[in-house]
């Protein structure tokens, strides 16, 4: 089911939540909703359900008009972070409990029941549970559970809010990778939010990036990262060096590559992989110091530091593989030649 939205705007006091969002959603995507705490990602989602009205604004289900429309009329599922499972019935009872209080001409028989709830137990793995309690499972167990509730009633849309923000790192990484191909095999219409951006990257097939209740940049996890809108885009996904051309950078940009004659904005952004390092042949004349190093597994993270110490960043992040740092036999202490191989330009 696609959806879409159409100047949605939410005030809370004088906080404005929401300020006139228009957001295209086709069928069938994994979008994420990123952003910082605070930006509007929750409320948002909450008024795609119906569990929260906007000031104003629409919200279409596949072209209809559901702005009036109560949440049980929607073909919604929503899966908390906290999972909200019934702590007194096991998880077969979990799961069926969405058809079972549906209207009696809608609901299926209780045999229909049990073949469905012991379909999506298989689907999301977990079926030899069925007769525990949401206390006698892990925190990944229920979660999934969580996800079996909220689809068992068959929604045109699924709407997760932080679903794995509760978990440990490593139960986090294995459930991104079971969404994410739990989504490809169901194809259903999904949003999930998160301030996570190694999740959005990893899961959702298109990124919503949002700030202060605006949409910043829309696009797929790649042109997100190489192809950044704005300052806070840049800065937000993944790491970046910020170098501020009013801090006398002109000179000492043009030995790293990098030409400003005619600056194409205020701020130049050099991701890490996008700066290479390499032994100078004259190490009088080289810009920068090796500092350290940490081992990110096949990659290495130099930190450099700049000679001129007023100027910002002092210290600058540049990535290389794990082979070709061991080629180069560098030490902390040594003189090193920097080139920027490409840089984003902002105002």
Request: proline share 5%; charged share 25%; aromatic share 6%.
């Amino acid at each position: 089911m696609s959806i879409q939205l159409s100047n949605i705007t939410k005030q809370f006091g004088a906080f404005k939540a929401l300020d006139n969002i228009h957001l295209d959603i086709p069928e069938g995507e994994l979008v994420a909703l990123l952003g910082p705490s605070g930006c509007g990602k929750t409320t948002l989602l909450r008024i795609i359900a119906g569990l929260e009205q906007a000031d104003q604004g629409q919200v279409f289900l596949k072209g209809d008009n559901v702005t009036e429309q109560p949440v049980k009329n929607r073909q919604i599922g929503f899966v908390f972070q906290h999972y909200a499972l019934f702590r007194h019935m096991t998880v077969f009872d979990n799961i069926a409990f969405g058809l079972r209080v549906k209207p009696r001409k809608q609901r299926p028989a209780e045999t229909v029941i049990k073949q469905k709830v012991h379909d999506l137990l298989q689907l999301v793995q977990l079926d030899w549970l069925h007769d525990r309690f949401p206390d006698q499972l892990s925190g990944g167990q229920r979660q999934r559970i969580a996800l079996a509730r909220a689809l068992a009633v068959e929604p045109s849309v699924l709407l997760l809010d932080e679903p794995f923000g509760a978990l440990d790192a490593s139960v986090r990484k294995d459930l991104r990778l079971w969404l994410r191909h739990l989504h490809h095999e169901l194809n259903v219409t999904s949003i999930f939010v998160t301030h996570d951006q190694e999740e959005a990257m990893e899961v959702a097939s298109q990124i919503v990036v949002l700030n202060h209740g605006k949409i910043e940049q829309k696009g797929t996890p790649s042109e997100i990262y190489d192809q950044p809108h704005s300052d806070f885009v840049s800065r937000f996904i993944g790491q970046t060096n910020v170098f501020k051309i009013e801090d006398h950078a002109h000179e000492w940009l043009k030995h790293t590559g990098i030409i400003i004659d005619e600056p194409q904005g205020i701020v130049a952004h050099v991701r890490p992989h996008n700066i290479s390092v390499e032994k100078p042949s004259d190490p009088a004349k080289a810009p920068v110091t090796l500092r350290d190093w940490q081992h990110l597994g096949s990659l290495i993270r130099l930190e450099l530091q700049r000679d001129d110490q007023t100027a910002s960043p002092t210290t600058i992040y540049a990535e290389m593989p794990n082979e070709q740092f061991k080629a180069l036999a560098l030490n902390k202490g040594d003189r090193v030649a920097m080139r920027i191989k490409h840089a984003h330009w902002f105002n």
